[in-house]
């Protein structure tokens, strides 16, 4: 876990956050709403694997979420993403 307490992005949630955390249903509606034709990410979870288990992973991320928020510390591996250019 790194501590990410002083960087903007975290300064700017917790200023938005501070009355409301993340809720099940916004994290089921967002699951939901994924695009499953894009490529699959960091993780290597299909978009379509997501999708499909909204409604039983929405609870446990949201938790996971709102603990991270609450804590203002974030897994390290969540900094790491891969960009590739398509011309």
Not at 21 to 48: A, F, R, Y
Not at 61 to 77: D, H, Q, V
Request: charged residues 25%; hydrophobic residues 35%; positive net charge.
């Amino acid at each position: 876990m790194g501590n990410f307490e002083y960087h903007p992005c975290v300064q700017k949630i917790m200023a938005e956050t501070t009355k409301k955390l993340v809720t099940q249903m916004h994290v089921k509606d967002s699951l939901e709403s994924l695009n499953i034709n894009k490529t699959t990410g960091w993780d290597g979870i299909p978009g379509k694997v997501l999708k499909i288990g909204a409604k039983e992973l929405a609870r446990p991320l949201m938790t996971l979420f709102n603990s991270c928020i609450n804590s203002r510390e974030w897994p390290s591996e969540w900094k790491c993403g891969e960009w590739a250019p398509i011309f």
